[in-house]
């Protein structure tokens, strides 16, 4: 089992940046592909980006490709998603998740056994 605690999610005018953290505890980190996932307000929770379990392949949603950037440090059980060139569209709760072998082609919520709390990102107009 793993457990996952995302931050830093906040306020932030169209055009900014933030880099939302997940640390993970439990059995070992690299044993899973991990995912990041958001749900917009009055939305269902939608695929972002995965990242495989060495960190060598990454997979994005078409919306956020060459704006936001997935990577992992292992050795510190950390995920990351840099979000560049933010839009008021992309104000959300984002999750991260993760799933036990996988590939980054697990795009579905369902796929993913574990879960973060959340952390809400605002984007102002």
């Known amino acids: 089992q793993v457990q996952l605690v995302e931050s830093g999610g906040g306020l932030v005018q169209a055009g900014g940046s933030l880099r939302l953290s997940c640390a993970a505890s439990?059995?070992?980190?690299?044993?899973?592909?991990m995912g990041w996932f958001r749900q917009p307000p009055g939305k269902g929770r939608e695929f972002v980006a995965t990242?495989?379990?060495?960190?060598?392949?990454?997979n994005y949603a078409d919306s956020v490709k060459g704006r936001f950037t997935i990577s992992r440090d292992n050795a510190k059980n950390t995920l990351y998603l840099q979000m560049n060139r933010l839009k008021p569209e992309d104000t959300a709760v984002y999750y991260c998740?993760?799933?036990?072998?996988?590939?980054?082609?697990?795009?579905?919520?369902?796929?993913?056994?574990?879960w973060g709390q959340g952390t809400q990102v605002t984007v102002s107009s």
């Open positions: 990242i495989s379990r060495s960190g060598g392949s990454t």
């Open positions: 998740a993760a799933r036990e072998g996988g590939t980054i082609n697990s795009l579905t919520p369902s796929m993913y056994e574990y």
């Open positions: 439990g059995r070992t980190f690299s044993s899973y592909t």
